[in-house]
């Protein structure tokens, strides 16, 4: 005789019938919009981003189309279109007013902050995303902590300090307060990029023999190129338009910025509008090429990490 087969039997209960498991149905697929509905919103929302961007384009046309016209046609009529354009105001902004000084002060200052500030911030970031312990959270506490002091609080501090070591109305002087003021920024952001970083990639060049300086600079500091081009950007642009610091730090007219020389336009009974403009489109210059020749990496950084 054969070995009877035991048959699968429902719990509590033994009535010789098979125990057959319940259909559990699929879940109800999630409903679509409709295609006409989803239509109107992609084009509301390319409206909008029409619309915002004609708002923000509208000024500078009106800066550019200003810098072309004298001064009496701008009295006559201030949004006029330049029928015969005149360049004669840039001359006179860059050769008369000493624009071109104040174009080379503004140069070295933003660009010399901007290198010290991520040069100590990259260090610093890579040895707080990196050490564990309790002194390197404190450690790290603090330097997020400079992100919370306002720093119009701090110019008295920071007067007192600079005039103690002779550096007010200096370049310098400038310069250590904008890279002091960038660093909790630019560590901030960086020590987030860093913690990304698979550790597979040192122990890789580790086994190769590289040193931790070689192994920093050769593996790990390229690796964040688009967080360091989004903290660049997003450091430079602040510091080149800055006014507060450089009127209240900077006596010597010679050492003015772009910000601080635009005043001199303005005079007690008459403004020279015409110069005014061309200034400003001097000033503004060197931030257009600057997004423009570092979108792709500000991209890049800015959406770093959404698809994890």
Same mark, same amino acid.
């Given at each position: ?10 719990p509590?209960?033994d009535?010789?019938?098979?125990? /057959?498991?319940?259909?559990? #149905?699929d879940? @109800?697929?999630? $409903?679509?919009?409709?295609? %006409?509905? *989803? +239509? ?12 915002y961007a004609?708002?923000a384009?509208?000024?500078l ?5 200003n ?26 902004a ?12 503004s ?6 902050? /901007?290198a010290?500030?991520? #040069?100590?911030? @990259?260090?610093? $970031?890579?040895?707080?995303? %990196?050490? *564990? +312990?309790?002194?390197?959270s ?5 330097f ?20 103690s ?8 002087g ?8 960038s ?28 040193g ?8 790990m ?11 660049v950007?997003?450091?430079f ?10 009127l ?34 001097i ?10 020749v570092?979108?792709?990496?500000i ?10």
């Open positions: 005789m054969s070995a009877a087969v035991p048959t699968a039997h429902r509590g209960g009535d010789g019938h098979p125990y /057959v498991p319940p259909v559990v #149905a879940p @109800l697929p999630r $409903a679509r919009r409709p295609r %006409r509905e *989803r +239509g109107w919103a992609a084009a509301a929302t390319s409206t909008a981003l029409w619309l004609a708002v384009i509208l000024p046309l009106v800066m550019v189309t810098s072309l016209r004298t001064n009496r046609e701008l009295a006559t009529e201030p949004l006029g279109l330049p029928l015969q354009p005149d360049f004669t105001s840039y001359q006179r860059w050769v008369e007013a000493s624009f071109s000084t104040y174009f080379v002060n140069i070295v200052v933003t660009v010399s902050s /901007v010290i500030a991520t #040069a100590v911030s @990259l260090l610093a $970031a890579y040895a707080l995303a %990196r050490a *564990r +312990g309790r002194l390197m404190v450690i790290e506490t603090v997020v902590s400079g992100l919370m002091m306002p720093v119009f609080l701090m110019i008295v501090p920071i007067f007192y300090l600079l005039d070591f002779g550096l007010i109305s200096s370049r310098l400038l310069i250590m307060v904008y890279a002091a003021v660093i909790p920024f630019s560590v901030f952001v960086l020590t987030t990029f860093f913690r990304q970083l698979p550790g597979e990639l040192e122990e890789a060049a580790r086994l190769d023999g590289a931790p300086l070689r192994m920093f600079w050769s593996v500091a390229p690796l964040v190129r688009p967080a360091v081009a989004t903290v950007v997003f450091r642009v602040p510091i080149w338009n800055d006014f507060f610091y450089p209240i730090l900077i006596r010597n007219r010679a050492n003015y910025t772009l910000p601080v020389g635009l005043t001199t336009f303005f005079g007690e009974y008459q403004t020279d509008w015409s110069t005014l403009f061309a200034g400003l489109v000033a503004t210059l060197p931030l257009i090429v600057l997004f423009l570092a979108t792709r990496q991209i890049a950084g800015l959406t770093s990490g959404m698809g994890k």
